[in-house]
């Protein structure tokens, strides 16, 4: 059941890595780029689905590896 926990926080873990390079990018590029203000509210809006799976995979991740670390 440990190792089960682990594996799942380790994958939840990469998920959140992903989605927080996903949204690093999307910040970095409505900085550096000249948007139409059209353009930024769709960025923003695209923004948000990586911003609430953030919160939830980095809740997921925690919850797993305490939950490991309390088998022990």
Do not use: C, W
């Not at 989605?19 to 948007?35: E, N």
């Not at 911003?51 to 088998?71: E, P, V, Y």
């Amino acid at each position: 059941m440990k190792t089960f926990l682990l594996i799942a926080g380790s994958v939840a873990a990469l998920i959140t890595l992903q989605l927080l390079i996903m949204t690093g990018y999307a910040i970095t590029s409505l900085i550096s780029h000249k948007y139409t203000d059209e353009d930024q509210k769709r960025i923003l809006l695209l923004l948000t689905f990586p911003g609430i799976g953030l919160l939830i995979f980095g809740s997921l991740t925690f919850f797993l590896f305490r939950k490991a670390a309390a088998k022990n």
